[in-house]
């Protein structure tokens, strides 16, 4: 069964410094990894996707993936208290058959800036 | 934002009843997407379609069923609704399948079944 793991938190830090997410997932041959941020009440809304091993930076986020430790992470730089949500990991796991398989998502971990 | 709508956004019912959600999207995109989201659960898909009339299920597809037969419109229905429904439904679209298939949300049903 394929599984994505996150940190369910709360995760607190500081206003202004960075805040380090992590998701590690089961499925070795997974190609596309996603961070959803979701604020309570709210849906999901997509922030970063990441293809490649390596760094992925827009604007004051910054993505991680490593495939070979089937890790993935999420920086965010100078933090704010509208960073405060429930971020997301999804993963899109091996396709077979080359149909559009949904994500398969982390239960979340919930993030607190503190002014 | 992408254009994404749900109907209805809340709705309460009764054990044994049809319900149906709706998703409309003005995007044009090909695929659609049924999730839910329950606490200690995360989100979980249901079921989902590469087209028109063009559907799957997902990892909680019992007791559900869906229809599209337009490319804007994918229809959820739980033919007789129990307790354990009760959740948020979402719907998703991405322009691309495979790989590198970005998902958008829609803002989501909150269903309560008593």
């Known amino acids: 069964q394929k599984e994505v793991e996150q940190n369910s938190g709360p995760l607190s830090v500081p206003e202004g410094a960075i805040a380090s997410l992590n998701c590690t997932y089961s499925?070795?041959?997974?190609?596309?990894f996603f961070w959803y941020r979701q604020y309570s009440g709210k849906s999901p809304e997509l922030i970063m996707s990441?293809?490649?091993?390596g760094d992925k930076e827009d604007g004051r986020f910054t993505a991680q993936l490593n495939k070979a430790s089937q890790y993935v992470s999420l920086l965010i730089r100078d933090s704010q208290p509208s960073d405060s949500a429930t971020y997301l990991c999804?993963?899109?796991?091996?396709?077979?058959?080359?149909?559009?398989?949904?994500?398969?998502f982390g239960k979340g971990t919930h993030l607190i800036i503190q002014p | 934002d992408a254009g994404i709508t749900q109907s209805p956004r809340h709705k309460v019912t009764e054990t044994g009843t049809p319900v149906t959600l709706r998703c409309h999207q003005t995007?044009?995109?090909?695929?659609m997407y049924w999730y839910r989201q329950d606490p200690g659960h995360g989100l979980r898909l249901i079921h989902y379609?590469?087209?028109?009339?063009?559907?799957d299920k997902g990892e909680v597809s019992d007791g559900y069923s869906v229809s599209r037969s337009k490319t804007e419109d994918f229809l959820l229905t739980l033919e007789s609704a129990t307790s354990s429904q009760t959740s948020v439904y979402f719907c998703?679209?991405?322009?691309?399948?495979?790989?590198?298939?970005?998902?958008?949300f829609g803002p989501g049903t909150r269903l309560t079944v008593l």
């Open positions: 998703a679209i991405s322009e691309r399948g495979g790989e590198h298939n970005e998902q958008f």
């Open positions: 499925d070795r041959v997974s190609q596309s």
């Open positions: 990441i293809y490649s091993n």
């Open positions: 999804a993963v899109n796991p091996a396709l077979t058959g080359g149909g559009a398989d949904g994500l398969t």
């Open positions: 995007e044009n995109h090909r695929y």
């Open positions: 379609s590469y087209g028109v009339k063009d559907t």
